[in-house]
């Protein structure tokens, strides 16, 4: 297949050496300092499995790319409208479009019949405005459970097991679905394939609403946030709250919350992705991982006031100077 990493973070890099060391044709749309590492020195990834320098063709032009069967988006959520603009010179009629992107997605009430459906969410799409940029049958839904740190521009370190969950957003269990699975389970990475996307995205929101936004305000690292006595009760009340929210949309989260926190505590002396953008001074994902989901809450009349506390916590952290918030 030809490929495209939209997108050369911590998970675009690790998804692009991956799949570049098992033999697909990857390109990746970068850009600035990025750019110009993959052009010179290409992407070093170190994880579990060990040490890996790879060479990729890289560019920050779509034309240059051209039209591509599979687009890995690895974005941030704020970042998603200006990015699917970029990718159109890269679409043909059966390209294939993964988002990989952190919280409530865009395209959650299209694809399948029940209340809410063709219904946008404002946090994240307002007005549609996302949803126009993208017609829904080229996306394939995408859950990473990947942790992984950007130490420079092309140098990343992953320090846990791989795992990515692909479902349709229409709940079937298609040929493409197990075609993209299939690749990557051959770049070394545990994929599965769902027929229902929707679980395995409650499972991802769940884990990051009760450390990401705590993250910010704390500093602290995952097996902090799920361990220590004094945050705990707290993670505990917002794990609930979501808990709720997402069993009143017909979802089921994996675990139960005694084994949800202990897995957290287990991911170890980890920054959550938050934290790390907060220390980078980027805009922070709360509107896709936070207010979307007090968004599907009051859609059914939830209430859920620790996370917006929270929240709104947070995003006052995220507003103040960083010299300021470090003094």
């Known amino acids: 297949m030809n490929i495209c990493i939209a997108g050369a973070g911590a998970i675009g890099c690790t998804l692009a050496a991956r799949l570049s060391e098992s033999g697909q044709n990857v390109k990746v ?3 600035g300092a990025t750019l110009e590492t993959l052009k010179s020195t290409g992407i ?31 974005c941030k959520a704020p970042a998603l409208p200006a990015m699917l603009k970029l990718i159109k010179p890269m679409l043909h009629e059966e390209t294939i479009v993964i988002p990989v992107v952190n919280g409530i997605p865009w395209w959650y009430f299209q694809g399948v019949e029940g209340r809410f459906s063709g219904d946008t969410i404002q946090a994240i799409d307002p007005e549609g405005s996302v949803s126009k940029l993208l017609p ?15 130490n420079a521009p092309g140098v990343v370190t992953s320090t846990n097991p791989h795992l990515i969950v692909l ?42 609403l009760t450390s990401n936004p705590l993250s910010v305000v704390t500093k602290g690292t995952l097996e902090q946030l799920y361990s220590d006595q004094r945050l705990k009760l707290l993670v505990r009340k917002i794990l609930d709250e979501v808990m709720l929210v997402a069993a009143a949309y017909g979802a089921r989260i994996r675990f139960d919350p005694y084994t949800f926190m202990e897995l957290g505590a287990g991911m170890g002396a ?18 896709a991982i936070g207010y ?9 009349s ?23 918030t470090q003094s």
């Open 270 to 287: 980890v920054k959550t992705s938050m934290l790390q953008d907060y220390e980078a001074n980027q805009t922070l994902e709360l509107d």
């Open 44 to 74: 070093r990834l170190t994880d579990i499995d060990g040490e890996h320098t790879v060479k990729v063709f890289a560019s920050d032009s779509a034309e240059e790319i051209g039209p591509q069967d599979l687009i890995f988006i690895c």
């Open 29 to 31: 749309l970068a850009r």
């Open 167 to 208: 479902g349709e957003i229409n709940h079937e269990m298609s040929d493409r679905l197990e075609q993209v699975r299939k690749v990557i389970e051959d770049a070394g990475i545990e994929a599965r394939a769902t027929d229902n996307i929707r679980d395995q995205i409650w499972t991802k929101v769940a884990a990051n």
């Open 302 to 324: 939830i209430p859920m006031p620790t996370t917006k506390q929270l929240l709104d916590l947070t995003h006052f952290v995220a507003s103040q100077p960083l010299s300021n």
């Open 136 to 150: 829904h049958p080229h996306l394939i839904g995408c859950v990473v459970f990947i942790t992984a740190f950007r």
């Open 292 to 300: 979307a989901v007090l968004e599907l809450a009051e859609k059914i």
